[in-house]
């Protein structure tokens, strides 16, 4: 059983910043990808950055040169390093972790409100 658990969301002013965290703990063995998603209401959700276990990184476009995602291996921790945040980053967070086997699980989300 794996268990991911999401920390660090909550109320920003626009061009304020948050540091995102995702720790996986469980029956953990070799972690390929973890990344963090995010779905605005009536939205679909949508991928914001990822990084593999050797440091590969994926952002969205929108994100691009403002979010920062950073990963410590030896704690099975992600971090989503957000600054310069706009009203439209304002969304539910979710972390994935996904292993080499295919199989991949899901935390239950923190949310991020960017409103003045």
């Known amino acids: 059983q794996v268990q991911v658990v999401e920390s660090g969301g909550g109320l920003v002013q626009p061009g304020g910043s948050l540091r995102l965290s995702c720790a996986a703990s469980?029956?953990?063995?070799?972690?390929?990808?973890m990344g963090w998603y995010r779905q605005a209401p009536g939205k679909e959700r949508e991928l914001v950055a990822t990084i593999t276990s050797g440091g590969r990184t994926t952002y969205a476009d929108s994100v691009k040169g403002r979010f920062t995602i950073s990963r410590d291996n030896a704690k099975n921790t992600v971090y989503l390093q957000m600054n310069s945040l706009k009203p439209e980053d304002t969304a539910l967070y979710s972390c994935?972790?996904?292993?080499?086997?295919?199989?991949?699980?899901w935390g239950q989300g923190t949310q991020v409100t960017v409103s003045s």
């Open positions: 994935n972790v996904a292993f080499l086997n295919g199989h991949n699980y």
């Open positions: 469980g029956s953990i063995f070799s972690i390929y990808t």
